[in-house]
């Protein structure tokens, strides 16, 4: 996170809670480092402000060290929040909340206006496959899975992109963030991509304000290998077809 932004935003905007998704975060892939969530936490600390730490993606680490959660150094000041979507079942969309009693009180209390509570039959699914499966095994495999991918993407790109796209190097999740030259849209990109039959998610809509963004989120969870290698080798190809044309 940009400190200095942040310290800015403090007594400059008021802020009041601030959202974070600190772990192997959609669309990047990044991870705050330990120096950065000791600082950041130093500027919460002692301020009325709240952190919403989502992390649906930490137990997905396949490289690199586990780093402490906010709520180790924010007890009081972090809502802390999971989910089962994915590490067991992706459809059922089913998360968990940890926060301070005060504020979980407050948080029933709104969860109850909204939707009264969360589908009965997919919880209890959920619960007996806990009670049955060790998730830890199930987790490791998850694990292993997308680290084979991962690294494979990256091999792919070093190989089969042009040096002057640019990528996060992830240690868990399940995307990667690409960068293309500046002046090329990825939007441009994907309707050539498509003809190579091979898709991504252009940058566009991750950004509030931006319009032909340079940018992409390439993902690594959902198919082998081999595949993962024909699909980047096709998307080369499109991107140096762009490049070709804006010659």
């Known amino acids: 996170m940009d400190l200095d932004q942040l310290k800015a935003a403090v007594p400059e905007a008021g802020l009041k809670l601030m959202y974070t998704v600190p772990n192997f975060q959609n669309p990047s892939g990044i991870t705050y480092s ?7 936490s130093d500027i919460i600390s002692g301020r009325d402000i709240f952190i919403i730490e989502d992390d649906p993606y930490k137990e997905l680490r396949f490289s690199g060290d586990e780093i402490p959660s906010f709520k180790r150094y924010l007890p009081d000041r972090t809502i802390l929040l999971g989910s089962f979507s994915k590490t067991v079942v992706p459809g059922f969309r089913i ?13 029933l209390i709104a969860k109850q206006a909204s939707d009264l509570h969360s589908c009965h039959f997919t919880q209890y699914i959920v619960y007996q496959f806990l009670e049955n499966n060790d998730i830890g095994s199930h987790i490791s ?13 990256l091999e792919s790109i070093d190989h089969y992109f042009p040096d002057n796209v640019s990528t996060t190097r ?25 003809k ?16 032909n963004a340079n940018t992409l989120r390439l993902n690594f969870s959902c198919v082998d290998p081999e595949t993962i290698k024909t699909g980047i080798k096709r998307l080369g190809a499109a991107i140096e077809m762009l490049s070709g044309k804006g010659a």
Request: negative net charge.
């Open 196 to 211: 190579e039959k091979v898709i991504f998610v252009p940058g566009d809509p991750f950004y509030i304000n931006r319009k």
């Open 34 to 40: 330990l120096k950065n969530r000791e600082e950041i």
């Open 95 to 107: 998360g968990w909340v940890a926060a301070p009693d005060d504020m979980f009180e407050k948080l």
């Open 170 to 194: 992830p240690e868990g999740g399940m995307f990667l963030w690409a960068t293309l030259p500046n002046g090329m849209a990825a939007m441009d990109l994907f309707n050539l991509a498509v």
């Open 141 to 153: 495999k998850i694990r292993d899975a997308y680290g084979t991918q991962c690294r494979s993407m």
